[in-house]
């Protein structure tokens, strides 16, 4: 091989390793950048359902520190309420105390409150047969502490809709 089809073809394997090492790369910062965007909305999701205060100490999302308010311990509360019932729900004394609200979501997360819910509505009779309230009520209202969080009541069989009158 000449030595200028030699020079040639190192130049083109340079150029071509250059563009591969470009793409590769740009996909890792788009990549990158993607899971900071989902750390800030998990972030602007605990902030929000917790009830929490924060502060931002930099662009770095696991800098944020995170502050309970009134409203915070107060779902603590209704949480803590719940699972003195049924224990399922779950609450976290150690992980609440500790103030590790990332972990904290987590447990609320994974807590099968609907399942709950129906095990709530089968022990007191609340609904009349073939009635149902929401899935999320029990969450939401743990969230929430909100009447409207019952929500609609239905009808299984007709699908009409009642609105459950709380006295």
């Given at each position: 091989m000449k030595r200028s089809n030699k020079k040639r073809l190192i130049v083109i394997i340079l150029v071509i390793a250059?563009?591969?090492?470009?793409?590769?790369?740009?996909?890792?910062k788009k990549h990158a950048d993607q899971e900071a965007e989902m750390d800030w909305r998990r972030i602007d999701f605990i902030v929000s359902d917790f009830w929490l205060?924060?502060?931002?100490?930099?662009?770095?999302?696991?800098?944020a520190e995170?502050?309970?308010?009134?409203?915070?311990?107060?779902?603590?509360?209704?949480?803590?309420?719940?699972t003195e019932l049924y224990p399922e729900a779950g609450y976290p004394d150690e992980v609440v105390e500790r103030e590790d609200w990332l972990e904290v979501s987590r447990i609320f997360l994974g807590t099968a409150f609907h399942e709950i819910q129906e095990d709530m509505i089968e022990d007191t009779g609340a609904l009349p047969e073939g009635e149902r309230i929401p899935e999320s009520?029990?969450?939401?209202?743990?969230?929430h502490r909100s009447l409207y969080s019952l929500g609609p009541v239905w009808n299984v069989n007709t699908k009409s809709d009642n609105y459950l009158k709380v006295h």
């Open positions: 250059g563009v591969i090492l470009g793409i590769h790369l740009h996909n890792e205060d924060v502060k931002y100490a930099s662009t770095d999302p696991n800098d995170f502050f309970p308010t009134e409203d915070t311990y107060r779902m603590m509360e209704r949480w803590k309420a719940v009520s029990l969450e939401d209202y743990i969230i």
